[in-house]
Nanobody, 117 residues
Framework: QVQLVESGGGLVQPGGSLRLSCAASGFTFSSYAMSWHRQAPGKERALVAAITSAGGGTKYADSVKGRFTISRDNAKNTVYLQMNSLKAEDTAVYYC??????????WGQGTQVTVSS
């Protein structure tokens, strides 16, 4: 079955960096675009960044452009989100997603990122 497992979240001070990882299994990873989303308390889940299946194309939310970088390693079935210059407003649960695939989206369990001094 499709599984997405995020890791790398934690507590970081403003201006710091974190790298999130999402390990995928149960499908042909190299055939699908992947994306990262986040959900802050009281807010809807929103797209942060996306990457095409081969990694040649990316897109970002305006709020993270120039600070976050999405990448993937198809040999390791893993997608990454490098987050630099973190701000308090980046605090959220971060999820990776694949889909639509077989008629639905698949989500990981999420990883908490807290930016605070």
């Amino acid at each position: 079955q499709v599984q997405l497992v995020e890791s790398g979240g934690g507590l970081v001070q403003p201006g710091g960096s974190l790298r999130l990882s999402c390990a995928a299994s149960g499908f042909t990873f190299s055939s699908y675009a992947m994306s990262w989303h986040r959900q802050a308390p009281g807010k809807e889940r929103a797209l942060v960044a996306a990457i095409t299946s081969a990694g040649g194309g990316t897109k970002y939310a305006d709020s993270v452009k120039g600070r976050f970088t999405i990448s993937r390693d198809n040999a390791k079935n893993t997608v990454y989100l490098q987050m630099n210059s973190l701000k308090a407003e980046d605090t959220a649960v971060y999820y990776c997603k694949v889909g639509p695939m077989m008629g639905r989206d698949y989500w990981g369990q999420g990883t908490q990122v807290t930016v605070s001094s």
